[in-house]
């Protein structure tokens, strides 16, 4: 009797425990289907809010900025610090009234300023709502050089090209190109200098270069500054340079300490000024009993 009353509540509790299993695991499925569905939402909206976004965002700066009539160019306003005509620094840069101001590429402008070798740098620049501002600074030539080149029947061309202070060579600036008022500058010529070194559109960064730049920029801070002008300068010495004047004057330089010996060719200078002389050679290079040829005074005509 007691053993069946206990075999029944063991089947009846048998029997519950597994209806409790089997309720728990279906839960626990509804649960993850829930939770499944919830994510799976959740990212749906966020794409969907990222597209929204995306392309919302596209077509406000569309009809806000770029399709804008307001945003339109009516104004290039260009400026350079040199000779160069504005109008000829506007076909360079390739932008033109009644496009987008928002719509112009500013890099590809600056590029394309900056790919011309005369010009140093660009700046380019929206004004809103209508002006599109270009500031230029430009290479500025210094001395020049002769170089050969093969032309298209094999024969040698000679072409003269512009030196700028840092050693960067480049074509002469076209006379088309520049301001009305703007006058070819005057430039020593280098002589002496290896041609394979000559590429247009590179520096030459040599020691002749940079010691021939040097002279023709101290020699305007230096006591002969407005006395004597180079016409050329030769660098074929390992150590030394030669300048040649306007005058036909040969002075013969160091290429360490220019500061002094621009010093003692004003002395000589003046030594030769007193007695009615020019100099005719002169060897700075060499530090004392310096070597002093002068010029013969002309002979009075019959």
């Known amino acids: 009797m007691f053993g069946r009353r206990k075999s029944k509540r063991n089947q009846r509790g048998s029997r519950y425990k ?7 695991a279906a839960q626990q499925r509804s649960k993850r289907i829930r939770l499944a569905l919830k994510w799976g939402g959740s990212i749906l909206a966020v794409v969907a809010l990222f597209f929204g976004v995306w392309f919302g965002g596209q077509w406000g ?3 806000g900025f770029y399709q804008n009539e307001k945003f ?5 306003d260009i400026r350079t610090d040199g000779v160069m005509d504005p109008q000829q620094i506007h076909r360079w840069a390739g932008a033109e009234t009644g496009q987008n101001l928002f719509d112009t590429d500013l890099l590809r402008v600056k590029r394309d300023l900056e790919m011309v070798p005369q010009i140093k740098l660009a700046a380019v620049d929206r004004v809103l709502p209508d002006t599109l501002r270009i500031r230029v600074a430009e290479r500025r030539p210094v001395a020049q050089v002769l170089l050969y080149r093969q032309g298209a029947d094999g024969q040698l061309v000679r072409a003269r090209y512009w030196v700028d202070d840092t050693g960067f060579i480049m074509p002469p600036l076209d006379q088309r190109a520049t301001k009305d008022e703007a006058a070819s ?4 010529m280098m002589m002496g200098l290896d041609q394979a070194e000559l590429v247009p559109g590179r520096q030459v960064n040599t020691e ?11 020699i305007d801070l230096s006591p002969m500054a407005g006395l004597a002008k180079l016409r050329e300068i030769n660098v074929t ?3 030394t340079m030669e300048g040649v004047t306007w005058k036909g004057a040969r002075i013969t330089f160091s290429q360490h300490g220019l500061d002094r010996q621009l010093r003692r060719w004003r002395q000589i200078f003046d030594l030769g000024r007193q007695h009615q002389r020019a100099i005719a050679a002169a060897d700075l290079s060499i530090q004392n009993n310096l070597p002093v040829r002068w010029m013969l005074p002309a002979r009075p005509s019959s």
Do not use: D, T, Y
């Open 18 to 24: 597994i209806i409790n299993v089997e309720l728990g």
């Open 208 to 218: 002749p270069v940079r010691s021939a730049l040097e002279l023709i920029r101290q």
């Open 61 to 63: 700066m569309r009809v």
């Open 237 to 239: 010495g390992r150590e």
């Open 185 to 188: 500058p005057w430039l020593p």
């Open 72 to 76: 339109s160019i009516q104004k290039i």
